[in-house]
């Protein structure tokens, strides 16, 4: 196994990527979201740079890297105050599955307006009833003639209101065990039967989230993604890198809250020194520090595995790079927050709406409680309750 060190164009990545962040940053990313729309410019010019689909194949466009090289275009980016969410759905999710289990005409399609940015896709996996159990979908697809019809209901899918098409995970019958199995399939948002329907979250953000109804959406055989019988391994090849993903959305946005403590923690002196030189201010921020770069560590590992095709072996480390990556966020916008005082709930300091946004780590897209089950079950051997 290579040593996790970064390479130089690892380090060459992060500086650019960062250095694109920081001219748009947090001021960019709250007026877009006053502005109750999509942080359209950022997400165009980080096409342009090849940043968006570092992950895909060179032939279709993309950068010819891994989930490594993505999830580190995301931390920076968060860590400047501008993440991307759609990172974690369109080239992550949607990409990874597509150049994967794609036909030709399929990867010729879609991978290369993922990778410049100019064609996005939303994920559409939960429901109302399911939760985190997978094995409860019941958004099922069955055929007429050579078409599929597609019926069910998905809630809290990102981005749809900018998206070219939804890969909607449904459910098929197998015809001998007579059970159902996960299939992938790529749906227009304009086609008849697809209803969408905002949430009203309390949560600032650019992305907006949707309740999706599909009533007998007819599709052609060819918005099947893959083989209709590689279910689960299909699902998974989006989902670990989802979690890994989503561990780079945290850590990114751990480290910028802890930087505008530290820079308060310099400057602010209540007595005679700043108030940083106190070990009761002091401790808690290395703390938080220790616990970003740990998750890092694992969320460094769980890409290595998922890009070297281990696919098992990913499958842990990603949870844990998540689970890790979600607790450390948590902790370090908190300590941010209370370094600041007052100000850490002021719109100046914009550090007040991560308290909210940072939660989004510890419950999406799996949460805490499911890992521990996962990593007891899967990892330590001990029975299941369920």
Known sequence: MSPVIETEEHKAL??????????YGRDYIARTVA??????????????????????????????????????VLEELGAAGAPLLMLVVSPAICGTVIARFGTEEQKRAWLPGIADGTRT?????????????SHRITTTARRDGDDWLLTGRKVFISGVDIADAVLV???????????????????????????????????????????????????????????EDAGLLQLFAGLNPERIMTAAFAIGMGRYALERALEYARERSVWKTPIGAHQAIAHPLAQAHIDLEL?????????????AGDDIGAGEAANMAKYAAGEACVKAVDQAVHTLGGNGLTREFGLASLITASRVARIAPVSREMILNYVSHQSLGLPKSY
């Open 295 to 307: 998750a890092r560590l694992m969320m460094q590992k769980a890409a290595h595995l998922y890009d």
């Open 35 to 72: 502005e109750g729309r999509h942080p359209a410019e950022l997400w165009a010019e980080a096409g342009k740079l090849g940043y968006l689909g570092v992950n895909l194949p060179e032939e279709y466009g993309g950068g010819g890297g891994g989930v490594a090289e993505l999830c580190l």
């Open 121 to 133: 896709m939303a994920f559409a996996i939960t429901e109302p009833d399911a939760g985190s159990n």
């Open 169 to 227: 995970v449904g459910r098929t019958e197998d015809a001998r065990t007579g059970r159902l199995k996960p299939c992938l399939f790529i749906v227009p948002p304009d086609a008849e039967g697809f209803g969408r329907r905002p949430i009203d979250m309390e949560l600032n953000a650019a992305e907006k989230q949707f309740e999706l109804t599909l009533d007998d959406v007819r599709l052609p055989a060819d918005a099947l993604v893959g083989d």
């Open 14 to 23: 992060r500086a650019a990527v960062s250095a694109l962040g920081k001219r």
